[in-house]
């Protein structure tokens, strides 16, 4: 999933108010950061795939050490003990929890390929291969969980602006013609686009 994983970042943030949104986007997102680092270094595998689905043009060919359920179950304790330790228990269990949201919203939408353990056991309910489906389910659950964070707020204009920046990308990224990207292309563009987003999520919360 791409910005559905933020939609837990915007629900775990109205639920801990005090954890800034940038550092929630870091954890729901942490998993695609290291598979992508990953990939710059060779450690783990994606490929190109020819198709019109948006959703499937990439393949997680080898990434056990980031998409396995073993290795985000470690990821997430690990977040959880340091910031237990520097912040408080509440930290370590929203922002554990934001690490591992990520692998289960994931298996809703990828097709067979998410490993239980390292290479092995892979599932996947494969939403993504209705991608009108998965499109708009992924909007509307963004949408929701925005609304839900900030029905209360009083200054929204930020908060709006990255919203619909976030959805105004992610329907680009749709509609766009289909353009072959090598694995280290890929990797970088979307580095850069987590980044961006949090960035945004930094801006927002800034004093005015």
């Not at 559905?4 to 950061?33: M, R």
């Amino acid at each position: 999933m791409f910005i559905g994983h933020y939609a837990v970042g915007f629900a775990l943030k109205k639920k801990a108010d005090e954890i800034p949104l940038w550092l929630l986007y870091i954890s729901v997102q942490l998993v695609d950061i290291l598979a992508f680092s990953f990939v710059l270094l060779g450690v783990e595998r994606i490929a190109y795939n020819p198709t019109d689905n948006p959703f499937l043009r990439t393949i997680i060919e080898y990434v056990p050490y980031s998409h396995s359920l073993f290795a985000n179950l470690l990821l997430a304790a690990l977040v959880f003990l340091i910031f237990q330790k520097i912040r408080g228990r509440k930290w370590g269990i929203i922002l554990g929890g934001g690490v591992l949201s990520h692998w289960f919203i994931d298996t809703l939408v990828h097709k067979g390929d998410m490993p239980l353990f390292h290479n092995s056991f892979k599932v996947g309910l494969g939403l993504w291969q209705y991608p009108w489906l998965a499109f708009l389910f992924e909007l509307v659950i963004f949408g929701l969980a925005g609304y839900y964070l900030l029905k209360n707020y009083q200054k929204l204009k930020r908060y709006l602006v990255l919203i619909f920046l976030m959805g105004a990308g992610f329907a680009a990224m749709f509609f766009a013609p289909e353009a072959e990207g090598t694995p280290v292309q890929v990797a970088i563009s979307n580095l850069l686009l987590y980044a961006i987003f949090t960035a945004l999520a930094c801006w927002c919360e800034r004093r005015r």
